[in-house]
């Protein structure tokens, strides 16, 4: 099963994160079979590639809980639903 989820960058103390599409058996720090976006707590800056978040979750990967939120904010699973 593939999952979105966050991976951590960034040095103590300034976390930044990347979205990445990777297995769910995979480690956070592990390999990711795709990275589709970018998010910094700090400045609330997110960074999306929205098409293929969509084509990933079509093709089953299964959003982390915060990963679901970021992209709840940013209405993609409105655009999901607009555009079965």
Excluded: C, H
């Excluded at 099963?1 to 300034?14: A, D, I």
């Excluded at 809980?65 to 209405?75: C, F, H, M, N, S």
């Amino acid at each position: 099963m593939v999952k979105l989820r966050l991976k951590r960058y960034g040095r103590k103390q300034q976390n930044t994160y990347r979205i990445v599409a990777i297995d769910a058996q995979s480690r956070r720090e592990g390999r990711a079979l795709e990275e589709v976006g970018f998010y910094n707590l700090r400045k609330d800056q997110t960074q999306l590639d929205i098409l293929a978040i969509v084509n990933l979750i079509r093709e089953g990967a299964q959003p982390t809980e915060t990963v679901y939120d970021i992209l709840r904010k940013a209405g993609i699973f409105e655009r999901i639903k607009a555009n079965p």
